[in-house]
């Protein structure tokens, strides 16, 4: 079975969820029946090898916030290409997020007509995101819509993403697999005499299991201004700290406005952490994990905080607590209730902190872990 996977930047990866899940999914593979081919953002249209997978390198020029769009639709067209030149039998082309839904029906019918079937993971709720303006959130919502019509599965990360695509399409009849998003529950390979990690708490002041940590994009959906103001109200003495690339972002100086978290010496942006080892240790050694994180979809930064942070504490909402469940503590946005939850957490005894720990590394090891993952998408590709 060859499999085409569209929609990442390609591995090896450099960046977000995707890139890592096309690693992980490429690295791990058992099946020798699947042979991979995945496409890379390239600065040339060339191809190489990689973890025995066949990677092929596409040009984009930058055409601005619509590059990713033309870079899956030029994607989808060597991919068609390369079939029809190779003339390769038994293909699937997975689509990794609803970027080109106005155009996808007339590149299906060309499939279709070659025999290949074309499976499409819906993400998140692009459409809902912050950062863009009126028109893009209706574009996201029109693709995802035609996307969901047109493709022959939808594979859904999350349980509560499906839940939404068979609702919310239910017209479309939508065919749906659910296979999550994994995480590495290695621990980290540091140990806590080494000199990375002495340097960097050094840096900033810190000192391990006395500071609360989160790490994600910094965009308002994922609910910094509510964790930030709840936890200047709450009365703990450790430090919170911000792992996040606020570098000339209009969002960080707006809520230097509305929050004043300055004038609090316990808050602290330390930017980004790009050393993945040093990362994990720095979260082992939390005292709790926030996740404000509400659109949508399995998140991987709480399955990594899951998988070495003791005590989580996660917004209320369906996609959290289909992660967490009873493996971590839950907060709404009405004002006092992360403010209060601290404040418990607080007061937890070393007991309870490490069964809390404890049922969550479980949790990510029989329901997340990569190897689980990749198996079940072999499954799922060497079955069609």
């Known amino acids: 079975m060859n499999v085409f996977i569209?929609?990442?930047?390609?591995?090896?990866?450099?960046?977000?969820?995707?890139?890592?899940?096309?690693?992980?999914?490429?690295?791990?593979?058992?099946?020798?029946?699947?042979?991979?081919?995945?496409?890379?953002?390239?600065?040339?249209?060339?191809e190489f090898y990689y973890q025995n997978a066949r990677c092929f390198n596409v040009k984009v020029p930058n055409v601005g916030s619509a590059s990713a769009v033309l870079y899956d639709i030029l994607s989808l067209k060597e991919s068609i290409r390369y079939i029809k030149e190779e003339k390769i039998d038994n293909c699937i082309i997975y689509i990794l997020a609803c970027r080109i839904g106005p155009v996808f029906s007339y590149y299906k019918n060309q499939l279709e007509k070659m025999g290949v079937q074309v499976f499409v993971n819906p993400d998140g709720h692009e459409w809902k995101r912050s950062k863009w303006n009126y028109w893009i959130k209706r574009y996201w919502k029109l693709s995802e819509k035609l996307m969901v019509k047109n493709a022959d599965l939808l594979v859904c990360d999350s349980i509560g993403i499906e839940s939404y695509i068979?609702?919310?399409y239910n017209s479309y009849n939508p065919k749906t697999r659910?296979?999550?998003?994994?995480?590495?529950?290695?621990?980290?390979?540091?140990?806590?005499?080494?000199?990375?990690?002495?340097?960097?708490?050094?840096?900033?002041?810190?000192?391990?299991?006395?500071?609360?940590?989160?790490?994600?994009?910094?965009?308002?959906?994922?609910?910094?201004?509510?964790?930030i103001t709840e936890f200047m109200n709450s009365?703990?003495?450790?430090?919170?700290?911000?792992?996040?690339?606020?570098?000339?972002?209009?969002?960080?100086?707006?809520?230097?406005?509305?929050?004043?978290?300055?004038?609090?010496?316990?808050?602290?942006?330390?930017?980004?952490?790009?050393?993945?080892?040093?990362?994990?240790?720095?979260r082992e050694n939390a005292y709790g994990y926030f996740h404000g994180h509400e659109v949508g979809g399995t998140n991987p930064s709480l399955l990594e905080a899951l998988a070495s942070t003791s005590i989580n504490l996660l917004l209320d909402v369906v996609f959290n607590k289909e992660v967490g469940k009873e493996c971590a503590v839950?907060?709404?946005?009405?004002?006092?209730?992360?403010?209060?939850?601290?404040?418990?957490?607080?007061?937890?005894s070393t007991g309870q902190i490490e069964i809390l720990g404890k049922a969550a590394k479980e949790r990510i090891r029989t329901e997340y872990s990569w190897d689980k993952i990749v198996n079940e998408y072999e499954t799922l590709f060497s079955s069609n």
């Open 6 to 46: 569209i929609g990442s930047k390609g591995i090896p990866a450099k960046y977000g969820g995707f890139e890592t899940f096309v690693e992980y999914l490429t690295s791990r593979k058992v099946s020798n029946q699947i042979l991979y081919h995945v496409s890379c953002l390239g600065e040339e249209n060339s």
């Open 166 to 168: 068979r609702a919310e």
């Open 178 to 227: 659910f296979i999550a998003y994994g995480a590495d529950i290695t621990p980290s390979q540091l140990s806590a005499k080494d000199e990375v990690l002495i340097e960097w708490y050094k840096k900033y002041q810190i000192q391990p299991k006395e500071y609360y940590l989160v790490v994600g994009r910094f965009v308002p959906e994922n609910n910094y201004e509510l964790m």
């Open 235 to 282: 009365s703990t003495t450790k430090d919170f700290i911000l792992i996040a690339n606020v570098e000339e972002n209009a969002f960080y100086e707006r809520l230097k406005r509305t929050t004043n978290f300055e004038k609090d010496h316990r808050i602290k942006f330390v930017g980004t952490v790009y050393d993945q080892e040093l990362l994990k240790k720095i």
């Open 330 to 348: 839950y907060f709404s946005k009405e004002t006092s209730s992360l403010t209060n939850l601290i404040n418990e957490v607080e007061k937890f």
